[in-house]
């Protein structure tokens, strides 16, 4: 599978000749993972099912964050390569920021993770 990089502010990225970077095999697939989670429900035209009930469930204020976890689990797990995914969390900031790590493991063995 290939996929086109992001940036870190999820722009595409150039290589030094200004050609699109293309990644390929389980890095491909980890940025999979992180755009699938990032997601909202509605949001792929073509697949209104996919993505992650920001709106109605986790953005509310008295949501478990064990919610969340579970759904970004589930979105990991509807990329085609992941064979599993969990996703660990720290405790929201009075902000309500959230963050923590997804950890994946690929059809092939092979393991990484994304921090967000």
Known sequence: MKTLSLSNDWDLELDS???LVVLSDNTALLQDVCS???????????DMSQGLPY????????VDISFY???????????P???AATCHLTNP????????????????????????
Not at 36 to 46: C, D, F, N
Not at 55 to 62: H, Q, V
Not at 93 to 115: H, K, M, N, W
Request: glycine letters at 10%; zero cysteines; proline letters at 2%.
């Open 17 to 19: 000749t200004g050609s």
């Open 36 to 46: 699938a989670v990032q997601t909202w429900l509605g949001e792929v035209i073509y």
């Open 55 to 62: 709106d109605a469930d986790i953005l509310r204020s008295d």
């Open 69 to 79: 976890a579970s759904e970004a689990e589930e979105a990991a797990m509807s990329v």
């Open 81 to 83: 390569g992941v064979a």
């Open 93 to 116: 900031t009075p902000e309500r920021q959230l963050s923590g790590i997804i950890l994946v493991t690929f059809d092939d063995g092979g393991t990484s993770y994304a921090q967000f």
